[in-house]
């Protein structure tokens, strides 16, 4: 837990009533042998010096200390009190009536030091990535017999958006890379034994799934994976020796092994997480001195029953399956993890957690679960958590990334800070004067309950929180933020519409010919709105300056989804006799991703690969649809579109037949087609059509059947209860 101790007020507000140390005429004194770190802080003391007060503050050495100078002690110097030993990367901002002393603990302790006086204490700010916020003021000042000492909750703190790949973020917020303290991160089993090297010589390292050898995870009980690991690691340490944590983890997906063996110790554990922990525990045996991590996710979120992860074991237990619109603490989609939070703990104190706090699939769209990331921590840290990796877009920009960075880098340091008097302090100098529009904005948006997927979209919230009328509500707000200033915090607030504009592009895609779609009327058929591509437009070139890389986790850049738009508007909208006709399923659709249900077959829109958008998604069952023409016509052809997306387990039908009728009871069979089934890995997306001939077919109904596969390929590593989707999109009937 973080401490503030102050022998006299130290608020920045009360300081005008206590006697106060001007640092102007100090030195800046290391110690003899100064560490990388000690140097580190005391060069940014002297370079914020100069540039809140335009004064250069000469460095010494603590033996060319004269002592009647006035100094500000940087470092484990000789001068001064004892503070005691300090918890962790923890530091203490001191002073007597002349000096200054800044210490600190292990780490960047003493730079953190430095750092909290900048802000604390010069009223200087790191907002986001990029040159820091100097104060007008011109004062560098502590007050006298200061005393504030600091130390934090988490062992391992890290907020990943744009803002934290800048190094000084880092440092200024006490924040760390995953890249700086693991050797090994994430997902590692092939990292460690990777398939391309062993695979084909030694099948046996790898998971028995459907009875077969497959390269979807490790084989934990085989001696030859133990024995590779172990040499891996040996080597590993050996050039990486300042590595603090190596990562033996499940890859991402299942397939995990049956073979008899992990079979007979995952049922005797009660989780696959048995095999795991048991093999981890005596690779961790190997190197006493080292600490390994490893992965609670899907599979091995479950703790074992009986075996307890060694002492330097690190459990990371992943929060994926909650829903983000209520606290991790009381949301029942987080039941598991609470469940789990509390049987990891059972068996160890060495737990961090894996959270989530943006929308995978579509980093721009509004995502406000900015009120829980307070109390997620403090349930989080109230549980024996001591490492939060709280993951957000990345490098690439997302909605309020530089909020979300700022606010949860200084719940990762101290979780009881006050969130709402950080969030103001933010809006106001990151927005200057559109700042109270901007909190507007952001508190209007979290006024939601809807629910929040990490992995939905713009369109499953076209009804609540992201409806058209919602949407408009949200940009009149920012248009008054756009009033209330120039550059460059115009900018930002453009950079913070990105999303509003995102959500209405692609809400348009879905509703394609009716209000708020992309098309309008024309004569007997539909055109795109002659305003929709210059917007496409303008929307890339903002995403560029924003710094939007990807649109979504590994999907489309600004330039591919403007070339989406280009092929979308290239199409020219085809009218067919199926289009507005009545569509009967035998098998209802996805209530996760309904798009138009039955509609979505004849509102006359093709799906692109997004399945989330204009897909008929049918889980783990056939397509059996029946398109009422209403009345009966000549059919010459039926086509239609299946999506084979294997990433999100949708794969083309194994057979799709075609029948037709006049009555809608007796049906005659115009043709069946089947599609390739994957046998080897392969994950790329494709929109594949499917065209049936049928030479004047008098018809009322035409009865679209898509077998959907009997199971997932094994190589494809789903769990034993993930079934088959079948997605098909618009049906043509010419």
């Given at each position: 837990m973080?401490?503030s101790?102050?022998?006299?007020?130290?608020?920045?507000?009360?300081?005008?009533?206590?006697?106060?140390?001007?640092?102007k005429?100090?030195v800046?004194?290391?110690?003899?042998?100064?560490?990388?770190?000690?140097?580190?802080?005391?060069?940014?003391?002297?370079?914020?010096?100069?540039?809140?007060?335009?004064?250069?503050?000469?460095?010494?050495?603590?033996?060319?200390?004269?002592?009647?100078?006035?100094?500000?002690?940087?470092g484990?110097t000789?001068?001064?009190?004892?503070?005691g030993?300090?918890?962790g990367?923890?530091?203490?901002?001191?002073?007597?009536?002349?000096?200054?002393?800044?210490?600190g603990?292990t780490?960047?302790?003493?730079?953190y030091?430095?750092?909290t006086?900048?802000?604390?204490?010069f009223g200087?700010?790191?907002?986001?990535?990029?040159?820091?916020?100097?104060?007008?003021?011109?004062d560098?000042?502590?007050?006298?017999?200061?005393?504030?000492?600091?130390?934090p909750?988490?062992?391992?703190?890290?907020?990943?958006?744009?803002?934290?790949f800048d190094?000084?973020?880092?440092?200024w917020?006490?924040?760390?890379?995953?890249?700086?303290?693991?050797?090994?991160?994430?997902?590692?089993?092939?990292?460690?034994?990777?398939p391309?090297t062993y695979?084909?010589?030694?099948?046996e390292?790898?998971?028995?799934v459907?009875?077969?050898r497959?390269a979807t995870q490790?084989?934990?009980?085989?001696?030859?994976?133990f024995?590779?690991?172990?040499d891996?690691l040996?080597?590993a340490?050996?050039?990486n020796?300042?590595?603090?944590?190596?990562s033996?983890?499940?890859?991402?997906?299942?397939?995990?092994?049956?073979?008899?063996?992990?079979?007979?110790?995952?049922?005797?554990?009660?989780?696959a997480?048995?095999?795991?922990?048991?093999?981890?525990?005596?690779?961790?045996?190997?190197?006493?001195?080292?600490?390994?991590?490893?992965l609670?996710?899907?599979?091995?979120?479950?703790?074992?029953?009986k075996?307890?992860?060694?002492?330097n074991?690190?459990?990371?237990?992943?929060?994926?399956?909650?829903?983000?619109?209520?606290?991790?603490?009381?949301?029942?989609?987080?039941?598991?993890?609470?469940?789990?939070l509390?049987?990891?703990?059972a068996?160890?104190?060495?737990?961090?957690?894996?959270?989530?706090?943006?929308?995978?699939?579509n980093?721009?769209a509004?995502?406000?679960?900015?009120?829980?990331?307070?109390?997620?921590?403090?349930?989080?840290?109230a549980?024996?958590?001591r490492?939060?990796?709280?993951?957000?877009?990345?490098?690439?920009?997302?909605?309020?990334?530089?909020?979300?960075?700022?606010?949860?880098?200084?719940?990762?340091?101290?979780?009881?800070?006050?969130?709402?008097?950080?969030?103001?302090?933010?809006?106001?100098?990151?927005?200057g004067?559109?700042?109270?529009?901007m909190?507007?904005?952001?508190?209007?948006l979290?006024?939601?309950?809807?629910?929040?997927?990490i992995y939905?979209?713009?369109?499953?919230?076209?009804?609540?929180?992201?409806?058209?009328?919602?949407?408009?509500?949200?940009s009149?707000?920012?248009?008054?933020?756009e009033?209330?200033?120039?550059?460059?915090y115009?900018?930002?607030?453009?950079?913070?519409?990105?999303?509003l504009?995102?959500?209405?592009?692609?809400?348009s895609?879905?509703?394609?010919?009716?209000?708020?779609g992309?098309?309008?009327?024309s004569?007997n058929?539909?055109?795109v709105?002659?305003?929709?591509?210059?917007?496409?437009?303008?929307?890339?070139?903002?995403?560029?300056?924003?710094?939007?890389k990807?649109i979504?986790?590994?999907?489309?850049?600004p330039?591919a989804?403007?070339?989406?738009?280009?092929s979308?508007?290239?199409?020219?909208?085809?009218?067919?006799?199926?289009f507005?006709a009545?569509?009967?399923?035998?098998n209802?659709?996805?209530?996760?991703?309904?798009?138009?249900r039955?509609?979505?077959?004849?509102?006359?829109?093709?799906?692109t690969?997004?399945?989330?958008?204009?897909?008929?998604?049918?889980?783990g069952?056939?397509?059996?649809a029946?398109?009422?023409?209403?009345g009966?016509?000549?059919?010459?052809t039926?086509?239609?579109?299946f999506?084979n997306d294997?990433?999100?387990?949708?794969?083309?039908?194994?057979?799709?037949?075609?029948?037709?009728?006049?009555?809608g009871?007796?049906?005659?069979?115009?043709?069946?087609?089947?599609?390739?089934?994957p046998?080897e890995?392969?994950?790329t997306?494709?929109?594949?059509?499917?065209?049936?001939?049928?030479?004047?077919?008098?018809?009322?109904?035409?009865?679209?059947?898509?077998?959907?596969?009997?199971a997932?390929?094994?190589?494809?590593?789903?769990?034993?209860?993930k079934?088959?989707?079948v997605?098909?999109?618009?049906?043509?009937v010419?």
């Amino acid at each position: 837990m973080m401490h503030s101790l102050l022998l006299a007020l130290t608020l920045f507000s009360c300081q005008s009533t206590v006697s106060r140390i001007d640092l102007k005429k100090h030195v800046i004194v290391l110690p003899v042998e100064p560490t990388k770190n000690e140097t580190h802080a005391g060069s940014v003391l002297q370079d914020y010096v100069k540039r809140i007060s335009g004064v250069t503050l000469a460095i010494v050495k603590e033996n060319s200390y004269q002592k009647n100078q006035a100094a500000i002690f940087v470092g484990n110097t000789e001068q001064g009190v004892s503070f005691g030993k300090l918890k962790g990367e923890g530091f203490i901002i001191a002073s007597d009536a002349k000096n200054v002393y800044i210490k600190g603990g292990t780490g960047k302790g003493v730079v953190y030091g430095v750092y909290t006086l900048i802000e604390k204490y010069f009223g200087a700010r790191k907002y986001a990535e990029g040159p820091a916020f100097i104060p007008a003021s011109k004062d560098v000042s502590v007050p006298q017999q200061l005393m504030d000492k600091e130390e934090p909750t988490l062992v391992y703190r890290e907020t990943y958006y744009p803002a934290a790949f800048d190094n000084e973020f880092l440092e200024w917020h006490k924040l760390h890379r995953f890249e700086d303290l693991w050797g090994v991160w994430g997902h590692s089993f092939f990292k460690i034994v990777p398939p391309k090297t062993y695979f084909s010589a030694h099948p046996e390292y790898y998971a028995l799934v459907d009875g077969k050898r497959q390269a979807t995870q490790l084989c934990l009980s085989n001696e030859g994976v133990f024995k590779v690991t172990v040499d891996y690691l040996r080597h590993a340490i050996a050039d990486n020796p300042d590595a603090l944590y190596w990562s033996i983890a499940a890859e991402d997906g299942g397939g995990f092994c049956t073979c008899d063996q992990c079979s007979k110790v995952n049922k005797d554990e009660g989780s696959a997480a048995g095999t795991l922990i048991r093999f981890i525990n005596r690779v961790a045996a190997q190197f006493p001195d080292q600490h390994f991590t490893t992965l609670a996710y899907t599979y091995t979120a479950k703790a074992p029953l009986k075996t307890k992860p060694a002492a330097n074991v690190y459990i990371m237990l992943s929060s994926i399956d909650a829903y983000r619109q209520e606290p991790l603490s009381t949301i029942p989609s987080a039941a598991d993890f609470r469940k789990n939070l509390e049987s990891w703990g059972a068996l160890t104190d060495n737990l961090f957690v894996w959270d989530y706090t943006t929308q995978f699939t579509n980093y721009l769209a509004p995502f406000p679960d900015y009120n829980n990331l307070q109390p997620n921590l403090q349930y989080m840290t109230a549980h024996k958590v001591r490492g939060v990796f709280s993951q957000g877009s990345g490098d690439t920009y997302g909605d309020m990334g530089a909020y979300n960075a700022y606010l949860q880098a200084q719940l990762l340091w101290d979780p009881s800070v006050d969130a709402a008097a950080v969030t103001k302090d933010f809006f106001n100098g990151y927005y200057g004067k559109a700042g109270a529009a901007m909190l507007e904005y952001v508190q209007a948006l979290s006024e939601s309950k809807a629910q929040l997927d990490i992995y939905g979209n713009p369109v499953a919230s076209a009804k609540n929180y992201l409806s058209p009328e919602a949407i408009d509500k949200y940009s009149t707000i920012l248009d008054k933020a756009e009033a209330a200033v120039e550059d460059p915090y115009l900018k930002r607030v453009y950079n913070a519409r990105l999303g509003l504009e995102y959500c209405v592009l692609q809400q348009s895609r879905f509703f394609g010919t009716d209000k708020y779609g992309y098309l309008q009327a024309s004569g007997n058929g539909y055109v795109v709105n002659p305003r929709w591509p210059e917007r496409v437009k303008k929307f890339v070139a903002q995403c560029k300056v924003a710094g939007v890389k990807e649109i979504s986790e590994g999907g489309a850049s600004p330039d591919a989804y403007q070339q989406e738009w280009d092929s979308i508007f290239s199409k020219k909208w085809v009218n067919s006799l199926a289009f507005g006709a009545k569509v009967t399923l035998v098998n209802p659709p996805s209530d996760e991703y309904p798009a138009k249900r039955e509609r979505t077959l004849t509102d006359g829109l093709l799906g692109t690969k997004d399945f989330s958008i204009n897909w008929l998604f049918i889980y783990g069952k056939d397509l059996v649809a029946t398109i009422d023409l209403g009345g009966e016509k000549t059919v010459n052809t039926v086509q239609m579109n299946f999506l084979n997306d294997p990433r999100h387990y949708i794969f083309n039908p194994a057979t799709i037949t075609v029948e037709t009728s006049v009555d809608g009871v007796h049906f005659t069979p115009a043709g069946t087609q089947k599609s390739a089934f994957p046998a080897e890995e392969d994950y790329t997306t494709s929109i594949n059509t499917f065209k049936f001939g049928l030479s004047a077919v008098h018809a009322r109904y035409v009865r679209v059947t898509g077998q959907c596969q009997a199971a997932v390929p094994g190589w494809r590593g789903a769990p034993a209860t993930k079934k088959a989707s079948v997605c098909c999109d618009e049906v043509y009937v010419f």
